[in-house]
């Protein structure tokens, strides 16, 4: 190991220079260049994406911090106090993005951390035994943000671990066989279960330690000297992935159980490559391996997110990449921290990624009634993939090639509809969800009447009440009173309707985008004086007779041309001929029209709220409609009205009611009550 310190020495005065050259798609900066700094650097991103880096100031043996949590690099010295961090350090962050630091204390041979838990930097010495210990520290932090450090005792050549589970810390000697614990790297899983791999150099052996049954288990996985680090990582299904450098060939080299059982490959085996490994997987299992290309002095990078192993050569200035750390963020984007060895210098590499996500879907309306629409996509940078989803996780989605227009086909259900999609590039960098809202609205509006279908003893107006919910709003009402189906060339409701007489109101709504609602039927039974004779119940009879007895709504009622024969029934409606044109009524030419019938009742004093609900039905011949059209050459059927005269005002007006039909020489009104108390009818315009 003190050949290993030396090596570092001569590296560190190797000076090289020209223009620096990084990959495409990736952004550096020079954290600090103070002093001689760099080495042994470890790297964490938080829930933010920003970055926190431990290092070495070789110079003056110092722990030193950098983040970038400020928008700007910042950095610290951490400890100062003695030689401290020269045989390695670890940082990892907790839940709420705290950080924490192991490293060696060199001149006393302790093991020591740093946290800044309560806001201040606090150090404590974890294992200060009279042995050497401390080591080549690897830290992790579980769920319940309790502190798990692996790391060497190198009086004993054993591999050691402190943890403070318990509330306090305890230490525990692992594997004290023959020569053991180098470069201990740590990991956690979904259970809080720890692994650990390791090398020992008699024999010359990459080891694995577990405590998945509860107790801990040591695996000696392959016969290899893994001088100059190994590295390791559990990924989300707890299966473990080791980078390592092979000494003896000078490669880098993969150890992974994910089969189940340990498998080894080679991953680089030109020149001499592989030293300084760190690895990380991303959240499908991804594998990342950054490491140290000592024949070109080069930064490399492999990873198997195509699905084979792809080596790319991140930097290539001057002698860099010794003492790299990789970490992913939230985003997929690759952060490493490394050391230039040329200059002294921490420096920082990252993926950049796609920026400025930017999706809209394609209608200029609020609500659509078409669930198949397009959308407009677009991102700043290099996006080469992207993925669409009505979900804001991407459940169930899959990452296509890029477009910058797409159409997508919206879930079924009326509802206000959200899009999402996102962006990455060949790094498999991803952008944050960009989305666009749109409401989509495929069921007409329903239609309620008020009153509610049946029967009522008055004519009522009934009031049509069309309900989108949260569509894109009512439009227009169709209805019709007659029983036929209703069509938009029907009737359009604009107020109250009139329901005069036993009828099927029919009726549906359209809305703002067409959407058609359903056909309701209402039947209204309205106990108005229908006059029937008994063996024609619903036949509808003029209000003219001799002495006939008719039935309405089971009231008995008695025509005649004299009422005073039946001035001694409780209820008398009497229709009698007029035996002369009225002669106050001078619209029309008195001998125009020669029937004229006269209404006289006590029902009145009976019906309730004095109200009638009869319906008037006065003949006129088609000799009488010539005369009066004679007289006034205007006048056209449909103009006739059923006119009473109004004492009061001492004129003729209309009668206030709907009209049922004209033409076939009939006039039929229904009326609520008998205006002005009057007994004097006629037809005219």
């Known amino acids: 190991m003190r050949k290993k310190l030396l090596a570092l020495i001569i590296a560190f005065v190797v000076l090289f220079f020209g223009p620096a050259t990084y990959a495409a798609d990736w952004s550096s900066s020079i954290i600090d260049t103070t002093n001689n700094v760099g080495a042994n650097a470890s790297l964490a991103v938080d829930t933010n994406g920003k970055s926190h880096i431990a290092y070495e100031d070789y110079t003056n043996n110092d722990v030193m911090y950098a983040t970038n949590v400020s928008g700007a690099w910042v950095t610290a ?43 201040s930097w606090v150090i404590s010495t974890i294992d200060n035994s009279t042995d050497d210990v ?3 520290p690897s830290i992790i932090i579980d769920s319940n943000d309790k502190v798990h450090i692996a790391y060497m005792d190198e009086t ?14 305890i230490t525990t000697t692992l594997d004290s066989g023959t020569w053991s614990g180098f470069s201990p790297s740590i990991g956690i899983d979904a259970n809080n279960k720890l692994h650990i ?18 107790s801990w288990k040591i695996t000696n996985l392959e016969d290899v000297n893994c001088d100059y680090g190994v590295s390791l990582v559990v990924d989300n299904n707890n299966f473990v992935h080791i980078s390592y450098y092979d000494a003896t060939n000078d490669d880098l080299r993969y150890a992974t159980n994910i089969s189940g059982s340990w498998v080894y490959a080679e991953i680089d085996a030109t020149g001499d490559v592989g030293e300084h490994s760190s690895i990380t997987a991303d959240k499908n299992n991804n594998i990342y391996i950054s490491y140290y290309d000592n024949t070109n002095k080069d930064l490399k990078l492999a990873t198997n997110i195509s699905g084979s192993w792809v080596i790319t050569t991140l930097s290539a200035t001057d002698s860099v990449g010794w ?21 002294g210098e921490l420096k920082y590499i990252y993926t950049v990624g796609p920026t400025t996500p930017v999706l809209n879907i394609d209608s200029e309306d609020q609500y659509i009634n078409d669930p198949e629409i397009s959308v407009e996509l677009s991102a700043s940078g290099n996006p080469l993939q992207m993925m669409i989803s009505e979900n804001s996780d991407f459940t169930g989605a899959a990452w296509e090639t890029y477009e910058t227009t797409k159409d997508f086909s919206l879930s079924s259900g009326d509802s206000e509809k959200t899009v999402y999609a996102k962006f990455r590039d060949q790094w498999y960098a991803e952008t944050d969800a960009t989305s666009d809202n749109i409401y989509l609205d495929t069921t007409g509006p329903t239609v309620t009447a008020s009153p509610a279908a049946g ?3 008055n004519v009522e107006k009934v009031i049509l009440t069309a309900d989108d919910g949260s569509g894109s709003g009512l439009s227009t009402i169709y209805y019709t009173t007659n029983g036929s189906l209703p069509r938009t060339t029907s009737s359009i409701y604009t107020e109250p309707i ?20 359903a056909t309701v039927t209402a039947s209204y039974e309205i106990a108005k004086a229908k006059f029937v004779t008994k063996n024609a119940v619903n036949a509808e009879v003029l209000m003219a007779g001799k002495n006939i007895k008719y039935y309405a ?37 008195k001998s125009a029209l020669t029937y004229q019938w006269r209404l006289k009742t006590n029902m009145n004093k009976y019906s309730r709220q004095h109200d009638l609900n009869l319906n008037f039905i006065f003949r006129y011949t088609t000799n009488q409609y010539n005369k009066l059209k004679k007289h006034n050459s205007n006048v056209v059927e449909s103009d006739l009205k059923l006119m009473a005269y109004n004492k009061t005002a001492k004129k003729w007006e209309a009668v206030d009611g709907q009209t049922i039909s004209t033409g076939n020489n009939m006039i039929s009104v229904a009326v609520d009550s008998l205006p002005y108390k009057t007994n004097n009818f006629a037809i005219g315009i």
Do not use: M
């Not at 010295?77 to 060199?106: C, M, P, R």
């Not at 791999?197 to 509860?214: D, H, Q, V, W």
């Not at 008995?556 to 209820?571: G, I, P, T, W």
């Open 77 to 119: 010295n951490i400890d100062s106090t003695d030689n401290v961090g020269f045989w390695g350090l670890s940082l990892a962050l907790d839940s709420d993005d705290k950080v924490h630091i192991a490293y060696q204390d060199e001149t006393n041979g302790n093991l020591k951390y740093a946290t800044n838990l309560t806001g």
């Open 134 to 136: 401390g080591l080549t």
């Open 156 to 169: 004993n050549i054993a591999l050691k671990y402190a943890t403070d589970l318990t509330g306090s810390w």
């Open 197 to 214: 791999g390791y090398y020992s150099l008699f024999p010359a052996t990459l080891k694995y330690i577990t405590n998945t049954t509860g």
């Open 323 to 343: 003492y790299s750390s990789i970490k992913l963020d939230d985003n997929h984007r690759t952060h490493i921290a490394f050391n230039d060895t040329t200059n």
């Open 455 to 457: 029967s009522y003893d």
């Open 498 to 517: 009139a329901v005069t007489y036993n009828s099927d109101l029919k009726y549906f709504a359209v809305d703002d985008l067409g959407n058609t609602g």
């Open 553 to 589: 709504n089971n009231i008995e009622f008695y025509f005649s041309d004299y009422a005073d024969k039946f001035a001694q029934k409780k209820y008398y409606l009497e229709i009698k001929k007029f035996s002369k044109y009225p002669s106050n009524y001078k619209k029309v030419k």
